[in-house]
């Protein structure tokens, strides 16, 4: 793909930062944008993990694993 795994890991691990950050406003002081925002990062999560997957599985096909 044109993105490669470590700029995906990399962008993985801020979206759970932000996610951290956002779902605690939202738990602790009930903001709802910040569920809103918490709901996002999880969306970006789960497409990134989808995408880092398919990376893991490419290099394996080719052997460099």
Not at 37 to 44: F, G, M, P, T
Not at 45 to 62: F, G, M, S
Request: proline share 0%; with cysteine.
């Amino acid at each position: 793909s044109n993105v490669n795994m470590q700029d995906n890991i990399q962008k993985i691990n801020e979206c759970n930062n932000i996610f951290q950050e956002e779902i605690e406003k939202f738990n602790e002081k009930g903001v709802g944008a910040a569920g809103t925002r918490a709901r996002k990062a999880l969306l970006d999560i789960a497409k990134l993990t989808k995408e880092i997957r398919k990376q893991i599985q490419e290099k394996k096909n080719e052997g460099k694993a």
